[in-house]
T-cell receptor, first 118, second 115 residues
Framework: GAGVSQSPRYKVTKRGQDVALRCDPI?????LYWYRQALGQGPEFLTY????????KSGLPNDRFSAERPEGSISTLTIQRTEQRDSAMYRC????????????????FGPGTRLTVL | AQSVTQLGSHVSVSEGALVLLRCNYS??????LFWYVQYPNQGLQLLLK??????LVKGINGFEAEFKKSETSFHLTKPSAHMSDAAEYFC?????????????FGQGTRLTINP
């Protein structure tokens, strides 16, 4: 594919359910980022992968949130026991260079997953 | 720590008029600065970025921004607005933190173009 893809595009779930959000980065991109965007706000950093290694998870709100990228390509963000406050747009981005590379590489964003927790 | 403030959550201009979207930043390290645009139902698209060198940066679709260190600003301008410029615009700052480019975004400015 030409760009970053995310699925599902929309997810409605009931409070207490677990959800898994998928991100498929641009082929060959080493770095992968997850952001969360509340309504009327800019995206906020959640976590970062360099290949399959999760290098920074300082933005994850609590231990209900986790992410993985087992083969250094597709990534999954999982939210356990969802709460209404988890409702937001979840965005994934990828860039070419990894840690130690050119940190000014452009981050390419996917269309996002709109999560609604009822 | 880094932060971004975008002045004005909504800006409205007439078609053909100057577009000016304001962004001020705070950074404890030399900043890298970005402007992204978001069209409805699409991902964020990079308009332009400042890393080092020339402080006047030109981007896509006729936009440009000037890095002013003394004012800690990175305002986005376009001489003549077009209807297709209607979108939400985000200013972001990053620095080399643990080797990653962790973007810190402002809250966004929604640009409306009046015919």
């Amino acid at each position: 594919g030409a760009g970053v893809s995310q699925s599902p595009r929309y997810k409605v779930t009931k409070r207490g359910q677990d959800v898994a959000l998928r991100c498929d980065p641009i082929s060959g991109h080493v770095s992968l980022y997850w952001y969360r965007q509340a309504l009327g706000q800019g995206p906020e950093f959640l976590t970062y992968f360099n290949y399959e290694a999760q290098q920074d998870k300082s933005g994850l709100p609590n231990d209900r949130f986790s992410a993985e990228r087992p083969e250094g390509s597709i990534s999954t963000l999982t939210i356990q026991r969802t709460e209404q406050r988890d409702s937001a747009m979840y965005r994934c981005a990828s860039s070419l260079a990894g840690q130690g590379g050119y940190s000014t590489d452009t981050q390419y964003f996917g269309p996002g997953t709109r999560l609604t927790v009822l | 720590a880094q932060s971004v403030t975008q002045l004005g959550s909504h800006v409205s201009v007439s078609e053909g008029a100057l577009v000016l979207l304001r962004c001020n930043y705070s950074s404890s390290v030399p900043p890298y600065l970005f402007w992204y645009v978001q069209y409805p139902n699409q991902g964020l698209q990079l308009l332009l970025k400042y890393t080092t060198g020339a402080t006047l940066v030109k981007g896509i679709n006729g936009f440009e921004a000037e890095f002013k260190k003394s004012e800690t600003s990175f305002h986005l301008t376009k001489p003549s607005a077009h209807m297709s410029d209607a979108a939400e615009y985000f200013c972001a700052v990053s620095g080399l933190i643990q080797g990653a480019q962790k973007l810190v975004f402002g809250q966004g400015t929604r640009l409306t173009i009046n015919p």
